[in-house]
C-alpha cells in the first residue's frame, strides 16, 4: 500500500467520524480504520465526496499508509480498549510517529501510556477534544498534551479543524507535557456540569417560587442570553424550555423522568479534586445532585418528609425575584469557574505541567459546550496577572460579585425558606463566604482532632508544632 494519507483515524463511532470527515474537508487525505468494518465501510459510502479517504481494513494497513512522520489518532472508548488500540498499533510504528489520543481518557492513564510510548521514541499525546459530535464534525475545543515536538506536527492540521472564537482565534493550543490535555478537558466536563446544575436550580425555583410556567422561564433565559449569561447552554436550556411534548401536549420537561445521568467525567474531576485537595464543591453538588435524582427508594421515602408550604409570589415579587435570581445564578457559575481553574492551576503545579490558564479560558470561548461570553473576561484577568490566586481578586469579578451578593444571598435564603433545594447555588455562597472569613472554625477543629489524636496543632503567635495534654493537667508541649 502506497504512503499517501496525511492523518489516520481508528475508531469510526460518533466522535471519530465525524473527526475523519472535519479532517477530510480540510483537504487531508484521511487513513480510516475501525474495529468492526462495516463503520469504515458506512463512512465511504455516506461520505466518500467530502474528501479523499483511504479506508483500511486492519492496523497494518491503516499504519502503511500513513505518510512519515506519521499522524494517528484513536478515537475509541477510553479504558482498556484504548490499551488494546496501542497494543496493537504500537509495534508497527515507528520512533518519531505521533499516537493521539482523542477520547476522553483518564489523565493518569494518559501519563502511563506516554512515559511507554516514549521510552520506544514514538510520541503520544493525549488530546482532549470537546463539543460532542458537531463539534468534532464542524470544528471543535481541542485541549492538546503530549510533547512540544509532538504538538509540532499536529498543530497545522488541528488548527484546522478547531473551531473559530468570535476574534477570530482557533480554539486549540498546547497545553502542557504528558496528561495536561486530558485533565483540562476533565475539569471543563467538571464545570459544564457545576454549571448545568446552576441553571436547573435557577429554572427550579423560577418554577416554584416565582411561579413561572416553562414557556415563561424559556422567555427569561432568552433575554439572560442576550446579557452576562451569555452561553450555549442558557441558549439550549431555554429551547428545551420551551419545547411541548408532541404527544401529550405538556411542556417537554414535565414528561421527561427527572433522574439525570452521568458518564463519569464530572465523578473523576471529583475525585481526582479530592486527592489534590481542591476545593471543587460546585462541581461536586453537581455530581451527587445527579446521583441523589437517581435515587428512587431513597427519594420515595423522603417524599412525604415535613417541609414549609409552598408559596407562590404574586407577579410583581416574581419578576424581581427573577432578577435576583439571574444574579445569584451569575455568581455561582463564576464560583465554580474559579474553582476548577484552581484546580487546574494545582495540577499543573503539582506535575509540572504550566498550563497557561488565559490559554485555557480562550480555548472554551467556541465549540465546546460550556462557550460563553464570559470566558473572554476570564481569560483577560488571567493575561493581567497570569498567577491570579482567585477569579474573585480580578477587580471585574471582586466588583460584579460584590454587588451580586445581596440578591445571590436572598436567593439563598429564599430557597431555603421555601424548602427549594438549591445546592449548587448555597455551596458556592458558602464558598465565598469561606474566602471572606477572616478566622475560620477550623481552629476549633485542630482543638478537636489535637483532644482526641494528639494530632497537634500550630499556634498563630509561634513557629512549631504544640499539642496540649488534654488527659492530664493541660499544659502545652511543643511537638517540633
Ligand atoms: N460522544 C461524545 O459526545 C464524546 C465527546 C467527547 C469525547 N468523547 C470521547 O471520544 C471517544 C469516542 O467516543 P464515541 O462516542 O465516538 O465512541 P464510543 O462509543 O466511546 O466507542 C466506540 C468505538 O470504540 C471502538 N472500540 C471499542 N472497544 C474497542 C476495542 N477493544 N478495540 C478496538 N476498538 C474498540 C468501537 O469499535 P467497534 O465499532 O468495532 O465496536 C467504536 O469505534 C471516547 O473516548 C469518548 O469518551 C465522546
Known amino acids: 500500500m502506497t504512503a499517501t494519507a496525511h492523518v489516520g483515524v481508528t475508531g469510526l463511532a460518533v466522535m471519530g467520524r465525524n473527526l475523519a470527515r472535519n479532517l477530510a474537508r480540510n483537504g487531508y487525505t484521511v487513513a480510516v480504520h475501525n474495529r468492526t468494518p462495516a463503520r469504515t465501510n458506512a463512512l465511504v459510502e455516506q461520505f466518500g465526496d467530502e474528501g479523499t479517504f483511504v479506508p483500511a481494513d486492519s492496523a497494518k494497513e491503516l499504519v502503511a ?16 480498549p484504548t490499551d488494546a488500540v496501542i497494543d496493537e498499533l504500537a509495534p508497527l510504528l515507528d520512533p518519531g510517529d505521533v499516537l493521539v489520543d482523542g477520547g476522553n481518557a483518564h489523565f493518569t492513564d494518559t501519563r502511563r501510556r506516554e512515559a511507554a510510548l516514549r521510552a520506544r521514541g514514538i510520541h503520544f499525546a493525549g488530546v482532549g477534544i470537546s463539543g460532542g459530535e458537531e463539534g ?36 486549540v493550543a498546547h497545553l502542557g507535557p504528558d496528561g495536561a490535555g486530558h485533565f483540562v478537558k476533565m475539569v471543563h466536563n467538571g464545570i459544564e456540569y457545576a454549571d448545568m446544575q446552576l441553571i436547573t436550580e435557577a429554572y427550579h425555583l423560577l418554577r416554584h417560587t416565582a411561579g413561572y410556567e416553562p414557556s415563561q422561564i424559556a422567555e427569561i433565559f432568552r433575554t439572560w442570553n442576550t446579557g452576562r449569561l451569555n452561553s450555549y447552554l442558557i441558549e439550549v436550556t431555554a429551547e428545551v424550555l420551551a419545547h411541548t411534548d408532541p404527544s401529550t401536549g405538556l411542556p ?41 435524582s437517581s435515587q428512587d427508594t431513597l427519594r420515595e421515602a423522603g417524599r412525604t418528609l415535613l417541609g414549609p408550604t409552598r408559596r407562590v409570589l404574586g407577579s410583581q415579587d416574581a419578576a424581581r425575584f427573577a432578577d435576583q435570581v439571574e444574579q445569584a445564578l451569575y455568581a455561582a457559575k463564576v464560583v465554580s469557574y474559579d474553582q476548577g481553574f484552581h484546580q487546574i492551576r494545582t ?64 436567593v439563598a435564603a429564599t430557597a431555603a425558606r421555601d424548602g427549594v433545594p438549591a ?4 455551596a458556592a455562597l458558602a464558598h465565598f463566604d469561606t474566602l471572606r472569613t477572616e478566622r475560620l472554625p477550623a481552629a476549633l477543629i485542630q482543638g478537636q482532632r489535637d483532644y482526641f489524636g494528639a494530632h497537634t496543632y500550630q499556634r498563630t503567635d509561634q513557629d512549631g508544632s504544640f499539642h496540649t495534654d488534654w488527659a492530664g493537667d493541660r499544659t502545652e508541649h511543643r511537638t517540633r
Not at 144 to 152: D, H, I, R
Not at 157 to 164: E, K, N, P, R
Open 65 to 80: 499508509s500513513l505518510q512519515r512522520p506519521r499522524r494517528l489518532i484513536i478515537m475509541v472508548q477510553a479504558g482498556d
Open 252 to 292: 417537554f420537561v414535565d414528561i421527561v423522568a427527572d433522574r439525570a445521568g452521568q458518564k463519569g467525567t464530572g465523578r473523576w474531576t471529583v475525585q481526582t479534586a479530592l486527592d489534590l485537595g481542591t476545593p471543587v464543591s460546585g462541581i461536586a453538588q453537581a455530581v451527587f445532585a445527579r446521583s441523589l
Open 423 to 426: 445546592p449548587g447555588m448555597s
Open 347 to 410: 495540577a499543573s503545579d503539582t506535575y509540572q505541567w504550566d498550563v497557561d490558564l488565559a490559554t485555557v479560558a480562550a480555548l472554551w470561548r467556541a465549540g465546546c459546550i460550556i462557550r460563553a461570553d464570559f470566558l473572554d473576561r476570564i481569560r483577560d484577568a488571567y493575561t493581567a496577572e497570569p498567577r491570579l490566586t482567585s477569579l474573585l481578586r480580578d477587580p471585574h469579578f471582586a466588583e460584579e460579585i460584590g454587588q451580586a451578593q445581596w440578591a445571590w444571598r436572598a
Open 136 to 171: 468534532a464534525l464542524h470544528g471543535p475545543s481541542i485541549m492538546s498534551g503530549g510533547s512540544k515536538e509532538a504538538y509540532q506536527l499536529l498543530s497545522p492540521l488541528l488548527d484546522d479543524i478547531a473551531a473559530t472564537a468570535p476574534d477570530g482565534a482557533r480554539t
